[in-house]
């Protein structure tokens, strides 16, 4: 089974993508947006990804969220289930094709350091990045189930990576 999108090589039109997704987003949480953050594969140059732009918005409080929500509809947003309390989740397809992930956490959130740790790690350890990048197209290759069984295959490669650095 696929997933959401093909693993392609490293597009260096990636960070420009996320800018503008970026100028697009960030009004939208006013006073209470702390930082947004380009994170997921497509943060890290020379690393195969799904075309799909992941956003770290860290805001002050989620009780905004409904209205979030409205306006996030109305670009081309829709909503995704909360990964946890306090970390809310968004999707945007085009043309049938997912293109953006948004996750939404409250300043804090151990998802925040965790996604920024990770992305930081593979941005400065070329091994790292370079086994990374193997797994993924392994998974890729002999998923059979779809993104969840990607997504929980990954997981122990990323939390022995978070347990080995500072």
């Not at 968004?90 to 990770?118: E, W």
């Not at 091994?127 to 993104?147: A, D, W």
Request: with cysteine.
């Amino acid at each position: 089974m696929s997933l959401t999108s093909p693993i392609k090589p490293y597009d260096p039109m990636w960070p420009q993508q996320y800018a503008a997704e970026q100028a697009r987003l960030r009004p939208l949480f006013g006073s209470m947006l702390i930082g947004i953050h380009h994170v997921g594969s497509t943060a890290v140059p020379e690393l195969a990804a799904k075309e799909e732009i992941d956003v770290l918005a860290v805001v002050t409080s989620d009780s905004e969220l409904e209205i979030w929500s409205r306006s996030l509809v109305e670009l081309g947003y829709r909503r995704g289930g909360d990964l946890s309390s306090g970390h809310h989740f968004f999707k945007r397809d085009v043309n049938g094709v997912r293109t953006h992930k948004l996750h939404v956490c409250i300043d804090g959130h151990s998802q925040i350091a965790r996604m920024l740790k990770f992305r930081d790690h593979l941005r400065k350890d070329p091994g790292s990045r370079s086994r990374y990048q193997e797994l993924k197209l392994r998974l890729e290759r002999e998923n059979t189930s779809g993104i969840q069984e990607y997504l929980i295959a990954k997981d122990p490669f990323i939390q022995d990576i978070l347990a080995n650095i500072d």
